[in-house]
């Protein structure tokens, strides 16, 4: 099978906002996201897409804590580590500093400011409504940060216009090496349909990987399509609990599983830590 027939399979392990009220295993102290990376890998994936948190679960930008995360992750596995620099309320020397600091392969861009909101059609009102602010200054920020310590940009893309932000970007020569994740099912963002998918996957510049993320119970749909169109996959508690309508995964590692099965169903083999690294592009650390 050729490289190009590969899947890359990410794992976001464990968010910011989701708790154990929620979903009772997701992890929060950096041994526990450790132990998810592990079973992530083991079960096909080559990259972990990484939050902080505290051992109480709530969010944390502290650089002593990713700088343990990341200590206890190289312990058990060589997998890809991709940290997040997505916040809302924090300043952005918070949000990059253990970025500059730690230097993983790979660190999430957001590429737009929106409204960022989950809604129940059952109350007919918002759980939460937030303002996710990524103006350009702060983006460019961001990728001076990332140039400068060799670390390839993930530019994440709810919307049209925020892929569309990439170009001038490019055209700047401030975006080089990078990788597109198109986010799909936030209210406030793209709608998770596989028309919008095939379509904006269209508009991906040429040779630029990318993946889907799709949230909450339209992931499945949203993988399915991406491995049809070529592209790579993501999944995990960070994104969705749940393996089939009423069943909850019981971790990460079962999530890993289904995508790498669904991969193989349309004969797709998902990407070793090393073919990974040569389809993205990225370092060893």
Known sequence: ??????????????????????????????????????????????????????????????????REII???????????????????????????????????????????????KYSPKRKDFVFSVVFHNPFEDIMFFLDVMSNNGIKPECECFDLGHLES????????????????????????????????????????????????????DQWLLLATALALGGNIRVGLEDNFYLSPGKMSQGNGPLVEKAARMARDVGREPATVEEARAMLGVRKI
């Open 166 to 217: 990439i170009f001038p970007l490019m055209d700047m020569g401030l975006l080089k090496n990078f990788q597109v994740s198109l986010i799909m099912g936030v209210v406030g963002g793209m709608a998770a349909t596989a028309r919008n998918l095939a379509h904006v996957a269209s508009l991906v510049p040429p040779k630029v990987a990318w993946e889907v993320i799709g949230i909450s119970h």
């Open 71 to 117: 200590v206890e992750v190289r312990k058990r596995c060589p997998i890809i580590i991709n940290f997040s620099t997505g916040a809302v309320g924090t300043e952005r020397d918070a949000r990059i500093a253990h970025i500059r600091e730690l230097k993983p392969e790979i660190a999430a861009l957001n590429m737009g400011t929106m409204n960022y909101a």
């Open 1 to 66: 099978m050729a490289l190009e027939d590969k899947v890359v399979i990410t794992a976001a392990l464990t968010g910011v906002a989701a708790n154990r009220n929620q979903c009772k295993w997701i992890p929060y102290t950096p041994q526990e996201i450790a132990e998810e990376a592990l079973a992530s890998y083991n079960a096909g994936a080559s990259v972990v897409h990484i939050h902080a948190r505290e051992n109480d679960g709530g969010p944390s930008w502290r650089v002593e804590v990713f």
